[in-house]
């Protein structure tokens, strides 16, 4: 009978897919997948069989979750998703015809059905490897529990208002109306107001059911906030010494229905977490650092360290891969129910099954446990990333057989999951991926550590910091779009730690040398410092100052900057640059003398046998170690500053490539400007302040548009080649006047690198725009120079000036106060005065365009 069941069901499937009919189920719902829902439409007319697929709830739930937005679930997925698409509205009389057909079996959809409508009441309670605790008290923490083992903790919750409040119908009757954020697998953001959600939770039976995971929920509910509080165990929070809008996310409000939940992840940026139930039951799986979850994979690309984790849901790990697992494979597990808080230490992978419908509250943090990992998952690079995540198979030459021949590694918490058939074939096979991918389960990272002979893996610092990429600049490489912080913010961050919290500065010490290679940059900043005669920097002057790109210090009253961003050719011609402005603003005594800082010294920090040692230079010729490390055509080698501002834009049109390691570094020490960095004080100011300060700038920025650019005297071959070049090719670069001509190559070679270069700030351009990027840029880069009118009323091109590239609101100095000083609390005429006292520092990215029009309105949006 099943036979003839079963024949009846391949008959009526070949019938109706023909030739398709040799693809798995599996593969065409993935096909279908693919297509839109109009023509996912017109597939269902073609037969039975399409029209079963096609028909499928979570098609449609993805095609629905394809739009962000406000959602509002109409009892189907198919039926939500055509009304969110305008595709047909609710009263069609299509939402009331459905049409069966018997003699189909799929495997494929009776398991997706079967997860959709299953009950979880039958899950034991725990296997109870998960302590569980009453409360304990800090020290009993930190040393039994934090970065050791998770632990369950039964009363930390027991004074909270939340634990009567936060019910499902509590919660409705006071943020019904409130939109919450959706978590779930589309690349939009979903929002549903929590009335409307709980009417989801009712109807649904979802394979993977939405999630309500919100980490803004303090903004749109904050009456929230005041129902919990963080428990005494977890409130030292090195993030919290940030300003809010740049700290990473860090909480979050969980609800979901039975057979919701999380799949296999570590905590962002390696921090520890702690997770309070509210109201009913989750299960729990954990393994410990460097042990990867069956049916996992760890995507590592070896270009930016991006990490990106492929896993089955929470339920369908549970259900077709826990099973298979044997005894001494399986996870810690725990059933947390309500009242009760888990603590989820530092790169501990973990799943979360919610068994019934669940509320609870969740936050992550850095202490003085984790700190170090935090700061080294921060740093550049793929290897250290990959052996955080997936432990020895990250690691070249390492296999399964080297785990197993290793006793101490098969204990049951210290061992890679890695000795069953399925992981052990991924862990033969090669990589078949794009070269920038590396995967954990099959990993190759290249020509790092040998020699690490018979070590087994350890989450301990000193071990992971082994591989780190050495050659890499921790402080101006491109950090990964998946940090949780990006540069500037992390330099900031660890600079506030060091100052504001004194007593734990050789643990922030130990964190900033992971980061951003503090050890070394200081080691340069003491020999500049015995060079010059300036005094040896204090304890509070060891890290660098600001957000740059460029490592910065305060010692005494001079500011030491070393050129790193960019490899060896921008940094030379950054300095190159800089000391030709400076010059030229002294011989012509330029207003802007009083408003940019007084060079003392600079040179090159050269390192060479284990010493670093310096090479004075003011830019004018070429030192023989700069020759020595630069290969580079200097394009100007005869003139007065061969590597100042005509050398820079023609090395913005060389081909060639830099390599960033080079042991040679331009830099420069200036008297430190008096007054405070605008960055700081701008949400001081008042509107008038601000409106003086921008009128000010407006003026200095003025005098640097007025200086003459240098003469150009001598102009290489490889100069006229690529002007050349431009103008035979199609960019109509010929009728542009000989000043612009290099501007306009200039630009054109930066246009073919502007994604890459718009990639490298990190998360905050979103990647829509920067993939459009270059649709918003003309064709013929030479459309950009304008003409003006002469003294004549003609039409010429306007004269190229000198433009500062980089006037951001932490390159403005304002001296003086701008607090009222008349007893009513008004600013008079001297207050206003004072911000005509301004000083603009780093001109480092000086370079040649149109000087602006209306330059007052201009530095009025900047600052605005």
């Known amino acids: 009978m099943e036979d003839a069941a079963a024949a009846e069901g391949n008959g009526r499937r070949e019938a109706a897919l023909g030739g398709l009919a ?18 996912i439409g017109r597939l269902a007319c073609v037969s039975s069989v399409m029209y079963i697929l096609c028909n499928e709830e979570p098609l449609w739930m993805t095609k629905c979750l394809s739009v962000g937005g406000l959602l509002e679930y109409s009892g189907s997925w198919k039926k939500t998703a055509l009304s969110r698409l305008n595709l047909c509205s609710e009263n069609d009389e299509i939402y009331q015809r459905t049409c069966h057909f018997d003699g189909f079996n799929s495997l494929h959809l009776y398991r997706r059905w079967y997860r959709c409508f299953t009950t979880l009441s039958n899950f034991s309670f725990d296997n109870g490897l998960v302590e569980r605790k009453d409360d304990l008290s800090l020290d009993q923490f930190r040393s039994q529990y934090d970065g050791k083992c998770p632990v369950l903790l039964t009363k930390l919750a027991q004074t909270w208002p ?147 984790i492929e896993t089955p849901t929470s339920l369908q790990w549970w259900l077709d891969v826990y099973p298979n697992l044997a005894e001494h494979e399986k996870p ?99 990589v078949r991926t794009s070269n920038n991918v590396n995967q954990c ?58 100052v504001l919290k004194s007593e734990l500065r050789e643990l922030i010490w130990k964190g900033a040398c992971l980061a951003i290679n503090v050890d070394k940059w200081y080691a340069c900043l003491e020999e500049i410092s015995e060079c010059h ?50 010059d030229l603003v002294q011989k012509l005594g330029s207003p802007l003398i009083n408003h940019i800082p007084e060079i003392i010294a600079s040179g090159f920090l050269v390192y060479q046998d284990g010493v670093y040692r310096t090479v004075p230079w003011d830019g004018k010729g070429i030192p023989d170690v700069l020759a020595k490390y630069y290969p580079l055509e200097v394009f100007y080698a005869d003139s007065c500053f061969p590597l100042g501002l005509w050398s820079k834009q023609l090395l913005g049109m060389s081909s060639s490539t830099d390599v960033s390691d080079k042991p040679i570094w331009p830099y420069m020490v200036t008297r430190k400007c008096k ?60 009728h542009v006047p000989p000043e612009w001509k290099q501007v306009v190559s200039t630009l054109d070679r930066r246009k073919k690198n502007i994604k890459k ?81 301004i000083h603009i520092i780093d001109f480092s990215d000086l370079s040649i365009g149109k000087q602006p029009t209306n330059i007052l309105h201009k530095e009025q949006s900047l600052i605005f």
């Not at 593969?27 to 023509?39: E, F, G, K, M, Q």
């Not at 005494?232 to 300003?243: A, G, N, P, V």
């Not at 002057?541 to 921008?570: C, H, M, Q």
């Not at 091109?797 to 701008?818: F, K, R």
């Open 675 to 734: 007054g405070d960095i605008f960055a700081r004080i701008r949400d001081t100011l008042s509107r008038t302040e601000i409106l003086n300060l921008a009128s000010s700038l407006g003026v200095q920025m003025r005098n640097i548009h007025r200086l003459p650019l240098p003469h150009v005297e001598h102009v290489s071959e490889s100069w006229n080649a690529n002007i050349k070049a431009k103008e035979s090719s199609t960019f109509n670069v010929a």
């Open 441 to 498: 389960s099959a990993l190759e990272f290249s020509d790092i550590h040998e020699s690490l002979g018979d070590q087994v893996f350890s989450y301990d610092i000193g071990f992971l910091s082994q591989f780190l990429e050495k050659e890499k600049d921790h402080y101006s490489s491109v950090w990964s779009p998946t940090n949780s912080i990006g540069q500037r913010e992390a330099r900031e961050w660890l600079r506030r730690l060091w």
């Open 757 to 837: 270069h718009l990639s490298n700030w990190g998360g905050s351009i979103p990647q829509v725009l920067i993939d459009k990027a270059e649709e918003y840029l003309p064709d013929d880069m030479s459309f950009l120079i304008k003409f003006v009118k002469d003294d004549d009323g003609d039409s010429v091109y306007a004269v190229p000036a000198w433009i500062h590239s980089d006037i951001m609101d932490d390159n403005i100095l304002i001296e003086g106060t701008t607090e009222p000083r008349t007893s009513t609390g008004c600013t008079t005429d001297e207050d206003l005065n004072k911000m005509d006292v």
């Open 22 to 39: 040799v693809l798995p189920d599996g593969v065409l719902c993935a096909v279908v997948d693919l297509l839109s829902p109009t023509d």
């Open 162 to 308: 939340a634990r009567t409040k936060w019910t499902i119908q509590q919660l409705t009757h006071d943020y019904g109306e409130v939109p919450f954020r959706i978590s779930q697998r589309s690349p939009q953001k979903i929002k549903m107001k929590l009335k409307d959600y709980v009417s989801y939770m009712k109807l649904q039976h979802d394979e993977d059911p939405l999630y309500i995971f919100d980490d803004k929920f303090a903004e749109s509910a904050p009456a929230l906030l005041e129902d919990y509080n963080v428990p005494h165990l977890f409130q030292e929070d090195f993030f919290d010494i940030m300003d809010y809008d740049q700290r990473p996310d860090f909480r979050w409000l969980i609800i979901g229905p039975e057979r919701s939940g999380a799949s296999w992840h570590i905590d962002p940026g390696l921090t520890s977490a702690w997770n309070t139930l509210l109201c009913g039951r989750k299960r729990w799986a954990l393994y410990p650092p460097g042990r990867v979850p069956g049916g996992v994979t760890v995507h590592v690309s070896d270009e930016d360290g991006d990490v990106d």
């Open 332 to 430: 810690l597990e725990c059933t947390q129910l309500p009242g009760e808080t888990i603590f989820v230490p530092s790169g501990w992978w973990h799943c979360v099954l919610n068994l019934e419908m669940t509320v609870a509250v969740t936050q992550n943090f850095v202490d003085q446990t984790n700190f170090e990992h935090v700061c080294l998952d921060m740093a550049p690079g793929h290897c250290h990333k990959g052996v955080c995540r997936a432990g020895l198979l990250a690691v070249p030459g390492k296999s399964i057989r080297d785990v197993e021949n290793h006793p101490s590694l098969m204990s049951r918490w210290n061992h890679s999951d890695m000795t069953r058939k399925e992981k052990r074939l991924k862990s033969s096979e090669h």
């Open 533 to 582: 005669s300036l005094p040896p920097p204090s304890d509070d002057e060891k890290l660098p100052v600001g957000t740059g790109s460029n490592p910065v210090f305060i010692v005494s009253d001079n500011v030491i900057k070393i050129y790193a961003e960019g490899g060896l050719g921008y940094s030379v011609h950054g300095l190159g640059t800089e000391l030709e402005f400076y």
